[in-house]
T-cell receptor, first 113, second 108 residues
């Protein structure tokens, strides 16, 4: 089954404790991206990757890091989480940035205390 | 400034009604997506458009590049269509920008 898998789905952590949200896709997609969704602000893009070893900043990259060492994986790293990073996070993939539909993961709800 | 505006913000319809959701954007785009988000949070891609019109079942999406405008139509609406519909665009660059969504409720 074609899917994008994110883990963890839910996480409560404390300020400053490094965490990684994993994202994996099984569709051989070149394009992968991370988004956060906040009430009143909607979805905003954090980082995206056009292909392996190619990543770029989205609209709200501050406080986040990503890497794309393999085509299927695109982890989101919060080196020193802060309460303003409490949000619902989505990973998505597509064949190319402007080709094909976007496939979203189920979302990861992160709370930073 | 790259802006995406959706209207209406909220929409309530009776089952069977024809529904239109609109999306306008400020500058030229590479592509536009329509997304659906059900209560509980999962997001599904409905359409990707760069020109013209696409149809899938009861859903129709159109885009007018010159007018910088796209519409999502739902024919013969059903309660299971109740969701938030989100317009997402890629401006002539590489980033995605999103509308704030249209919350649709279809009453039986």
């Amino acid at each position: 089954e074609a899917q994008v898998t994110q883990n963890p789905r839910y996480l409560i952590t404390v300020t400053g404790k490094k965490l990684t949200v994993t994202c994996s896709q099984n569709m051989n997609h070149e394009y992968m991206s991370w988004y956060r969704q906040d009430p009143g602000l909607g979805l905003r893009q954090i980082y995206y990757s056009m292909n392996v070893e190619v990543t770029d900043k989205g609209d709200v990259p501050e406080g986040y890091k990503v890497s794309r060492k393999e085509k299927r994986n695109f982890p989101l790293i919060l080196e020193s989480p802060s309460p303003n990073q409490t949000s619902l996070y989505f990973c998505a993939s597509s064949p190319g940035q402007t080709t094909g539909e976007l496939f979203f993961g189920e979302g990861s709800r992160l709370t930073v205390l | 400034k790259n802006e995406v505006e959706q209207s209406p913000q909220n929409l309530t319809a009776q089952e069977g009604e024809f529904i239109t959701i609109n999306c306008s954007y400020s500058v030229g785009i590479s592509a536009l997506h329509w997304l659906q988000q059900h209560p509980g949070g999962g997001i599904v891609s409905l359409f990707m458009l760069s020109s013209g019109k696409k149809k899938h079942g009861r859903l129709i999406a159109t885009i007018n590049i010159q007018e910088k405008h796209s519409s999502l139509h739902i024919t013969a609406s059903h309660p299971r269509d109740s969701a938030v519909y989100i317009c997402a665009v890629i401006f002539n660059g590489n980033q995605f920008y999103f509308g704030t969504g249209t919350s649709l409720t279809v009453i039986p």
